[in-house]
């Protein structure tokens, strides 16, 4: 079975402090995505990934940045965390159809809640 | 940014055939429309997905019209557990390349 798996379900922490949210993946997959979901907003892409060691703003990157050390793992990291980056956040993996860079079918985290307070 | 436009909400009657439509008007002609849902609480699940012509898994069809702006994403007999949010998406080429993103789905919530 194909498997994308967050570090945490839930995480509380305090405004200020420096947030790790784990991703891994096991499928070999060279994309790799963070989004947050609110609630009205849907899912919104927070930073991705194509490669190791690379990284792509996506549409909310504000307050936010990435760790692509290894091929399997992407790391999101809220520097200074803020009671507006209370959320859901999803991770996210495919790889790209040859020949165009597309990506194909991804698949997703089972999310973490994070709350800051 | 590859743009979908889907209905906020909808709802179906269990049992019934759940028809879920997606305008994708400005997608290409090599780029593949792809199915999500989400149920609550958890990450969004592939469903399905199709180039041109109509396709069918142990989950769903997917009707693409021919000039392809535009898909239905049938679910047969629908079920109480199939309420989530329903998302499509296509591919983003040019200054969006490899990028993911999702438009805001349809609500979908079957009845008893």
């Known amino acids: 079975d194909v498997k994308v798996t967050q570090s945490s379900r839930y995480l509380v922490k305090r405004t200020g402090e420096k947030v790790f949210l784990e991703c891994v993946q096991d499928m070999d997959h060279e994309n790799m995505f963070w989004y947050r979901q609110d609630p009205g907003l849907g899912l919104r892409l927070i930073y991705f990934s194509y490669d190791v060691k690379m990284k792509e703003k996506g549409d909310i990157p504000e307050g936010y940045s990435v760790s692509r050390e290894k091929k399997e793992r992407f790391s999101l990291i809220l520097e200074s965390a803020s009671t507006n980056q209370t959320s859901m956040y999803l991770c996210a993996s495919s790889f790209p159809l040859p020949g165009t860079g597309f990506n194909t079918e991804a698949f997703f985290g089972q999310g973490t809640r994070l709350t800051v307070v | 940014d590859a743009k979908t436009t889907q209905p906020p909400s909808m709802d179906c009657a269990e049992g019934r055939a759940a028809n879920l439509p997606c305008n994708h008007s400005t997608i290409s002609g090599n780029e593949y429309v792809y199915w999500y849902r989400q149920i609550h609480s958890q990450g969004p699940q592939y469903i399905i997905h199709g180039l041109k012509n109509n396709e069918t898994n142990e989950m769903a069809s997917l009707i693409i019209t021919e000039d392809r702006k535009s898909s239905t994403l049938i679910l047969p007999h629908a079920t109480l557990r199939d309420t989530a949010v329903y998302y499509c998406?296509?591919?983003?080429?040019?200054?969006?390349?490899?990028?993911?993103?999702f438009g805001q789905g349809t609500i979908l919530t079957v009845h008893p």
């Open positions: 998406r296509f591919n983003a080429g040019g200054t969006s390349y490899g990028k993911l993103t």
